[in-house]
């Protein structure tokens, strides 16, 4: 009898010595992340026809948002780019016209580039006229765009048959990486020395040099990818186009901010503004584009 005590005194020690070591663990760990809260601004009228990107327009303090007008897949010339001020007022609905899905979509110079199926559009930024439009070969399903310093253009291929990206460098397309770490790349976001991608295939939020595309993993979220925005501290932001919207953190935890995929509101290509704290969701299907300022809450509990 006395051994068997013994022996469960043992047992009680251990166990109460482990479960406070991953309290502690837990605790710190609390401590030490970053933490927001959103908060509802505005959203616009449901008149936006499939918003699948928003994008920031910092020269002209104007929202630039991608309208699929159809299936993502469709070719029917009735996609289109509108205006949308900061208060989310409908400017100007249809702005840039007789696009096929219009996708993700980036800025450099006064230049407006969109994802279309298989061909990267060049729009005019003071007249919103197409100016060019650059085929990539083999595409299936182009997504999100980026723009590095010198102008050229990175945009993904997130089919499952060409898990590619791509880069226009003075007019000219080719693949720029593929390979067994890029599967299904949605979402880009770019920084000084590399590009950032959301993997969908892998459920991954990487990183590809510039310089010599060496390729490391960030964080392992396990899920798609959709939106992908730095919030200028070493964290981002990333939407699951099924309703999810997170952070990852620089350490690589994943903090789930809102989930409307209960109500059928889809998380598509965010956008954050970091001088205004600003994010900004469209919803896809459900026609409108969401505005939530971020409030930094670090080492509070938030509930939503």
Sequence with gaps: MKKITLVWLILASFFSTLLFSEVRN????????????????????????????????????ILYVSNINGRPTEKNGQGFISKVSLNGKIEVLKWATGLNAPKGSAIHGNKLYVSDIDQLVEID???????AKYPAAGAKFLNDVATDASGNVYVTDMSSKNSVIYKLTQGNMTVWTKGREISRPNGLCMEEKRLVVGNSGDGSLKAINLADKKITTIARVGSGID?????GQGNYFISDWKGKTSLVTASGQVIVLIDTTSSRINSADLEYIKTKKLLLIPTFFDNRVMAYKVKNVKGSHLKY
Excluded at 51 to 59: G, I, K, T
Excluded at 125 to 131: A, D, F, S, V
Excluded at 227 to 231: K, V
């Design 227 to 231: 939106g992908l925005r730095s919030d």
């Design 26 to 61: 837990l605790r710190a760990d609390d401590a030490g992340r970053i933490e927001y809260k959103l908060i509802k601004q505005w959203e616009t009228e449901k008149e936006l026809r499939v918003p699948e990107s928003v994008l920031y327009d910092e020269s002209g303090n």
């Design 125 to 131: 930024l003071k007249t919103g006229k197409i100016l």
